[in-house]
């Protein structure tokens, strides 16, 4: 079985400020994680995803995330917040294992607002 | 990169109709397809996986004779809803993951139905 709790249903930050966005995971297997990103009714965009490669994750729009497995964390950030970012954002877990049609299972997700 | 289209948009529907919503991946053959539902401010929500050539597996809950997927070919898959009520009006989102390394799902820009 495999779970993510994403932390924090609403985050608030000023432009140009950092951002965090907070991932615990639960696997049975070595799981393969990722963040999306949801503009308004729009569909998924990937930011990155790690699959036990470096646990230094870095994405698109200078969003990293860094996978530690002591903690099952898989936490979201950003140096300095764009209004730009203001966005939906889901942590995703699957076990990828090799060759199975594995699942995707989202976050409840997390609203970024950021405020000038 | 890997693209999916998702086809109508937005449909507007009466209820006890039946509407049918596409799903094609444009660039690569998808061996596994899979439709998601997200109500407003919440999840997505795995309604059920289809694999070309064969019946789609349905999550627990979700209602196969009410939600008729098909998926004849490597780069289609259609879902249909049958008789529809308000109660169906949703996002639908559908994900096309293709059958070699690294088995990544990429997302549809979804479509909001709406039932009158």
């Known amino acids: 079985a495999q779970s993510v709790t994403q932390l924090d249903s609403h985050v608030s930050v000023s432009e140009g400020t950092p951002v965090l966005l907070r991932c615990n995971y639960s696997?049975?297997?070595?799981?393969?994680l990722f963040w999306y990103v949801q503009h308004p009714n729009k569909g998924l965009q990937l930011l990155l995803k790690?699959?036990?490669?470096?646990?230094l994750v870095k994405g698109i729009n200078g969003f990293e995330a860094e996978f530690k497995k002591s903690e099952t964390s898989f936490h979201l950030t950003k140096p300095s917040a764009h209004m730009s970012d203001a966005a939906e954002y889901f942590c995703?877990?699957?076990?990828?294992?090799?060759?199975?049609?594995?699942?995707?299972?989202f976050g409840t997700g997390t609203r970024l607002q950021v405020t000038l | 990169g890997a693209v999916v289209s998702q086809h109508p948009s937005r449909v507007i529907c009466k209820s006890g109709t039946s509407v049918k919503i596409e799903c094609r991946s444009l660039?690569?053959?998808?061996?596994?397809m899979f439709w998601y539902r997200q109500f407003p401010k919440q999840s997505l929500m795995l309604m059920a996986t289809?694999?070309?050539?064969?019946?789609?597996?349905?999550e627990q809950g979700v209602e196969k004779d009410k939600f008729l997927i098909n998926h004849a070919s490597l780069t289609l898959s259609t879902l249909t809803v049958t008789s529809a009520h308000p109660e169906d009006s949703s996002f639908y989102i559908c994900?096309?993951?293709?059958?070699?390394?690294?088995?990544?799902?990429?997302f549809g820009p979804g479509t909001r139905l709406t039932v009158t």
């Open positions: 289809s694999n070309e050539g064969s019946k789609a597996t349905y």
């Open positions: 696997s049975s297997y070595s799981p393969s």
């Open positions: 995703v877990v699957s076990d990828l294992r090799t060759g199975t049609a594995s699942k995707l299972t």
């Open positions: 994900s096309a993951r293709s059958g070699v390394t690294p088995y990544e799902q990429y």
């Open positions: 790690y699959t036990s490669a470096a646990t």
């Open positions: 660039d690569f053959q998808a061996t596994t």
